[in-house]
């Protein structure tokens, strides 16, 4: 045992090639590579990899409890394989053109190869003393980022681990910048289909449920904002400090937009910071259509954008903008102390150390593979990549409308659908609460089945199903077959005169 935790080279050779091949081979199975999937028989889609495997439950179980190594592991090689069956048997595969629940991450594998190498390297990315290429390269991308979705040159930030940091690191600067760190009687306000990580941003820092105001969204669920000017006008009256409004640029229910252009012209003129959640749908500002639908996106003062969603990265690919990022450095800026004071470097233009503008000090080189992927592919490859998400919504939502089974209930928007079930003509009568149970089950059959990950969400109080189909490698003809298997499905359990989760 000499302590240096190294191996053979010839040994880090074979695992290695070994570990590409399990990649590469998870990757084509889960269609990114030649592509492994049949179509047969017109519809029906034969996959090499099951979106999801029953017995991922024994395997987590057997896990948890295991001592401590204390020996070396006899074949390294024997444990990257068992690995890899962990994480191909393991788990749901978000990759795969059959999980169309939340927001898949559709990866690319330019950007596991810019993950490998930036692991393999080491690469520092927190200053540029020690990582000068790695901050022009982030610089770059963020750059790149910003021109993507058509805002003013202007913006910049930086990458974080994904949505729910980059909407805590805007949210920050905008409380920093408008009300100070104590924040006494800050106000926040946002709809109720913002995503979850807005409010806990807001506990974070601070701002207590007694100074967050969540306005229930109208019937397009977007926020009301004649509902937003009175009650900015009340609490205003009542003495607090409105401060800061965040609006949904897809929300991840439905995909909505709120109302961008007037929530602007609001916010200007009552001096309240605008943060725009572009988590999920912002990148549909690639395309003609979508930089339409996103109209006033370029009035927010921040943006967050989650490359690990619909610009097809490793997941941990977040981004954070902000119209004037020196605001970041106001936030997270720190003094330097002396053990790394020879890291400093004198600001040149527009160059920053990214310790300085979020709260991480040793950061993944999570650009370089945003950066790796927009060289190999091309921009027009992602903009098409988007564009292809959003015709799938519009050929799925079709297809569901010609299907007696079905009824959409919205979109599709930003590539989400959702629809109810339509109980067949000898159904016994259900009550809504039984009819939301059977939406539930129906989804649960699905998923134990391998056939696809889909999970339902509430749309007016009732729960529905829901498509996300920003998968590039979403084939039409699979995601009909899906909605073949869950009409197929529906028709078994509402025609059934069995109980939901019980017996007639
Ligand atoms: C609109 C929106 N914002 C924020 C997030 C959080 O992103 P992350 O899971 O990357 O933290 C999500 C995740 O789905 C989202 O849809």
Same mark, same amino acid.
């Given at each position: 045992?000499?302590?240096?935790?190294?191996?053979?080279?010839?040994?880090?050779?074979?695992?290695?090639?070994?570990?590409?091949?399990?990649?590469?081979?998870?990757?084509?199975?889960?269609?990114?590579?030649?592509?492994?999937?049949?179509?047969?028989?017109?519809?029906?889609?034969?996959? @090499?990899?099951?979106?999801?495997?029953? *017995?991922?439950?024994?395997?987590?179980?057997?896990?948890?409890?295991?001592?401590?190594?204390?020996?070396?592991?006899?074949?390294?090689?024997?444990?990257?394989?068992?690995?890899?069956?962990?994480?191909?048997?393991?788990?749901?595969?978000?990759?795969?053109?059959?999980?169309?629940?939340?927001?898949?991450?559709?990866?690319?594998?330019?950007?596991?190869?810019?993950?490998?190498?930036?692991?393999?390297?080491?690469?520092?990315?927190?200053?540029?003393?020690?990582?000068?290429?790695?901050?022009?390269?982030?610089?770059?991308?963020?750059?790149?980022?910003?021109?993507?979705?058509?805002?003013?040159?202007?913006?910049?930030?930086?990458?974080?681990?994904?949505?729910?940091?980059?909407?805590?690191?805007?949210?920050?600067?905008?409380?920093?910048?408008?009300?100070?760190?104590?924040?006494?009687?800050?106000?926040?306000?946002?709809?109720?289909?913002?995503?979850?990580?807005?409010?806990?941003?807001?506990?974070?820092?601070?701002?207590?449920?007694?100074?967050?105001?969540? /306005?229930?969204?109208?019937?397009?669920?977007?926020?009301?904002?004649?509902?937003?000017?009175?009650?900015?006008?009340?609490?205003?009256?009542?003495?607090?400090?409105?401060?800061?409004?965040?609006?949904?640029?897809?929300?991840?229910?439905?995909?909505?937009?709120?109302?961008?252009?007037?929530?602007?012209?609001?916010?200007?003129?009552?001096?309240?910071?605008?943060?725009?959640?572009?988590?999920?749908?912002?990148?549909?500002?690639?395309?003609?259509?979508?930089?339409?639908?996103?109209?006033?996106?370029?009035?927010?003062?921040?943006?967050?954008?989650?490359?690990?969603?619909?610009?097809?990265?490793?997941?941990?690919?977040?981004?954070?903008?902000?119209?004037?990022?020196?605001?970041?450095?106001?936030?997270?800026?720190?003094?330097?102390?002396?053990? /790394?004071? @020879?890291?400093?470097?004198?600001?040149?233009?527009?160059?920053?150390?990214?310790?300085?503008?979020?709260?991480?000090?040793?950061?993944?080189?999570?650009?370089?593979?945003?950066?790796?992927?927009?060289?190999?592919?091309?921009?027009?490859?992602?903009?098409?990549?988007?564009?292809?998400?959003?015709?799938?919504?519009?050929?799925?939502?079709?297809?569901?409308?010609?299907?007696?089974?079905?009824?959409?209930?919205?979109?599709?928007?930003?590539?989400?659908?959702?629809?109810?079930?339509?109980?067949?003509?000898?159904?016994?009568?259900?009550?809504?609460?039984?009819?939301?149970?059977?939406?539930?089950?129906?989804?649960?059959?699905?998923?134990?089945?391998?056939?696809?990950?889909?999970?339902?969400?509430?749309?007016? *109080?009732?729960?529905?199903?829901?498509?996300?189909?920003?998968?590039?490698?979403?084939?039409?003809?699979?995601?009909?077959?899906?909605?073949?298997?869950?009409?197929?499905?529906?028709?078994?359990?509402?025609?059934?005169?069995?109980?939901?989760?019980?017996?007639?």
């Amino acid at each position: 045992m000499d302590g240096s935790l190294t191996l053979p080279a010839d040994v880090v050779a074979e695992l290695g090639r070994r570990v590409w091949e399990l990649v590469s081979e998870h990757g084509d199975a889960a269609g990114q590579g030649a592509g492994k999937e049949r179509a047969t028989q017109g519809r029906a889609v034969e996959r @090499a990899l099951p979106v999801a495997s029953p *017995g991922a439950r024994g395997l987590a179980a057997g896990l948890r409890g295991e001592p401590l190594p204390e020996a070396a592991a006899g074949d390294p090689l024997a444990l990257v394989d068992a690995v890899g069956r962990l994480l191909r048997e393991g788990n749901a595969h978000p990759d795969h053109p059959d999980f169309l629940a939340f927001v898949p991450s559709p990866g690319t594998v330019t950007g596991v190869l810019g993950a490998a190498l930036a692991a393999g390297f080491a690469v520092p990315t927190g200053w540029r003393f020690t990582g000068a290429v790695s901050s022009a390269i982030e610089s770059a991308a963020v750059r790149w980022l910003v021109e993507l979705l058509g805002l003013s040159p202007r913006y910049s930030g930086l990458f974080v681990s994904g949505g729910s940091t980059a909407n805590l690191t805007a949210l920050t600067a905008a409380r920093d910048a408008l009300v100070g760190t104590e924040a006494p009687g800050a106000t926040a306000y946002f709809s109720d289909q913002t995503h979850l990580s807005v409010p806990r941003a807001l506990h974070v820092l601070g701002i207590g449920r007694d100074r967050v105001r969540v /306005l229930p969204a109208d019937a397009q669920r977007r926020i009301p904002v004649a509902d937003l000017v009175r009650r900015v006008a009340r609490d205003r009256r009542d003495g607090l400090r409105p401060f800061l409004v965040v609006a949904n640029a897809g929300t991840t229910a439905t995909g909505d937009v709120d109302p961008l252009p007037e929530l602007a012209a609001f916010c200007r003129d009552e001096g309240l910071w605008l943060h725009v959640d572009g988590a999920f749908g912002a990148p549909a500002a690639l395309t003609a259509r979508g930089r339409a639908a996103l109209a006033g996106l370029d009035a927010a003062d921040s943006v967050s954008v989650d490359p690990h969603k619909w610009l097809f990265q490793p997941a941990g690919t977040g981004c954070v903008l902000l119209r004037d990022p020196a605001r970041l450095g106001h936030a997270f800026g720190v003094a330097l102390p002396g053990y /790394l004071e @020879a890291g400093a470097t004198a600001d040149g233009d527009g160059e920053v150390d990214y310790l300085q503008w979020g709260v991480e000090q040793t950061r993944e080189f999570r650009a370089l593979r945003l950066w790796m992927s927009l060289k190999v592919f091309g921009a027009d490859a992602f903009r098409a990549a988007v564009e292809r998400g959003m015709r799938t919504a519009d050929d799925t939502a079709a297809y569901i409308r010609c299907r007696p089974e079905f009824e959409v209930v919205t979109g599709p928007s930003l590539a989400v659908v959702t629809f109810r079930g339509v109980p067949p003509a000898d159904a016994p009568p259900r009550s809504p609460a039984e009819v939301d149970g059977l939406v539930e089950e129906v989804c649960r059959d699905l998923r134990a089945e391998g056939r696809a990950m889909v999970v339902p969400v509430g749309v007016g *109080g009732r729960r529905v199903f829901r498509l996300c189909v920003i998968n590039p490698r979403v084939e039409r003809d699979g995601v009909r077959g899906v909605v073949d298997r869950i009409a197929e499905l529906w028709t078994a359990r509402a025609g059934s005169r069995e109980r939901p989760g019980g017996t007639a």
